[in-house]
């Protein structure tokens, strides 16, 4: 029985439920999706954000213990439950203040061996659903290169009601939509270079056990997840005019990077890839006095418009009435001899320096002043993956080699996702 109209405007809501398997009755996340009509449910319609596939969900209940919900949406870092989902499949999450960040923060999804559990609404024109209970089976990341992230996820529920609580709908913002990332960076540990991987997936698969959980007595299928049986595995291309590249590591040439002499081909390489997208904060850190120890009354200001991790270094120079500073940046020459005011005082690119005397101080100390600049970013990196094939294949005159491989189930930490955005809140 399925409980979707294909044919009628979906609107997808969720919540992390506070008790396991507890429905939750409001929800927390409104899900940016399509409907049938390619349609996509934002304040303004915007063709560049559009997939090639209807990005609808399907609320389904294939047998009476198992319902399930199917999810398909883009990969945004704030909004868009997208940091959620990768927690949901995953289940660790060590979230972490940068150096040098006030709004930024920095989600590390290792996976753990408890899943969380979600309450799904499904609302349509006339009828409106919930499923409760919801754990994540699998995740799949689909990164074409210059294209919108795709996320495909399913999600095993408890049960499904009849609802009348999914309430006004607030999508993420125009401006959020303006941080859809694209594949800037992909990078194979053996040598291939970046601008020639397109088509990035990655597939992480719980293989929850929904009939085990049932015949055993289980009243969640979430109950039965074998760890052995949990999977990733993903593919990417590579436009390879003569093979060179792909050949190198097969063939274990001494161009790869962790061969050393011929045929030593790597038995585990890695594979990483990153989407980066808009800038979320940019500070100046504190003037920290890292010379001598006399005065110590600086403090820095302003609005940083330089490269993140820029360094300048103010020294006071001379003593006098006033004293007298100069600055350097990334240890470039000194600046011209500047009189201390006692207020802010421009460095460059926005930094400020401000002491509250104007004497006092003794030459030679100095202190220094770091400009910060958070982007959003995700990073996907499976340190030991093993090639299971290579596929050659020609498109629009050119080579293409199709790789595909899963990650080794040996290794330590096979796979760290890294997720930079402005969710104050652990997963």
Same mark, same amino acid.
């Given at each position: ?6 044919? /009628? ?10 008790? /396991?398997?507890? /429905? ?19 304040? $303004?319609?915007? !063709? ?50 940068? +150096?040098?960040?006030?709004?930024? $923060? ?6 753990? !061996? ?37 996320? @495909? ?6 049960? =499904? ?13 125009? +401006? ?34 929904? !009939? ?98 820029? @360094?300048?270094? =103010? ?37 400020? *320096? @401000? ?23 995700? !990073? ?6 093993? *090639? ?9 005159? $050119? ?29």
């Amino acid at each position: 029985m399925t409980l979707s109209n294909s044919k /009628a405007l979906h609107e997808v809501a969720v919540c992390l439920e506070t008790t /396991a398997f507890t /429905a939750e009755t409001t929800p927390g996340t409104y899900i940016l999706v399509e409907d049938g009509s390619g349609k996509i449910l934002t304040p $303004r319609g915007v !063709d560049k954000y559009k997939s090639s596939k209807y990005n609808r969900p399907t609320l389904s209940v294939a047998k009476a213990y198992l319902p399930e919900v199917e999810i398909k949406t883009w990969g945004f870092y704030t909004g868009n439950f997208t940091g959620e989902l990768f927690n949901a499949v995953l289940g660790s999450d060590a979230m972490t203040t940068p +150096t040098g960040a006030s709004t930024a $923060r920095l989600h590390t999804m290792t996976l753990g !061996d408890n899943l969380d559990s979600y309450t799904f609404w499904d609302k349509t024109a006339v009828t409106e659903q919930a499923m409760s209970g919801g754990t994540c089976d699998s995740l799949n990341v689909s990164g074409p290169q210059d294209s919108p992230m795709s996320l @495909t996820a399913k999600f095993f529920g408890t049960e =499904v009601n009849t609802v009348s609580t999914f309430g006004t709908a607030s999508y993420i913002s125009e +401006t959020a939509l303006a941080n859809v990332i694209a594949a800037s960076h992909n990078s194979i540990t053996f040598g291939v270079e970046s601008a020639n991987i397109t088509d990035v997936t990655f597939d992480i698969k719980n293989g929850i056990k929904a !009939d085990e959980g049932v015949t055993q007595g289980y009243y969640h299928p979430r109950n039965i997840i074998v760890g052995k049986d949990r999977e990733i595995s993903g593919s990417f291309d590579v436009w390879d005019e003569t093979g060179e590249m792909l050949l190198a590591y097969w063939d274990g040439d001494t161009s790869s990077p962790t061969a050393t002499t011929p045929n030593e081909r790597p038995s585990y390489p890695s594979i990483q890839c990153t989407w980066t997208g808009a800038e979320i904060e940019a500070t100046v850190g504190d003037a920290s006095q890292t010379t001598g120890t006399g005065l110590d009354d600086a403090s820095s200001g302003g609005t940083f418009t330089g490269t993140d991790g820029d @360094t300048y270094v =103010v020294t006071i120079s001379s003593t006098g009435t006033p004293d007298n500073f100069t600055w350097t940046k990334n240890g470039g020459n000194a600046s011209n001899p500047v009189a201390i005011t006692g207020t802010a005082q421009t460095l460059s690119d926005g930094v400020t *320096i @401000t002491f509250s005397a104007t004497t006092g101080h003794t030459a030679g100390d100095a202190w220094t002043i770091i400009g910060y600049k958070f982007n959003y970013y995700l !990073d996907i990196n499976c340190p030991s993956i093993y *090639i299971d094939s290579i596929t050659p294949s020609e498109s629009d005159n $050119r080579r293409k080699n199709t790789v595909n491989w899963h990650a080794v189930k040996t290794s330590g930490t096979p796979i760290t996702v890294t997720l930079q955005n402005t969710d104050s809140t652990q997963y």
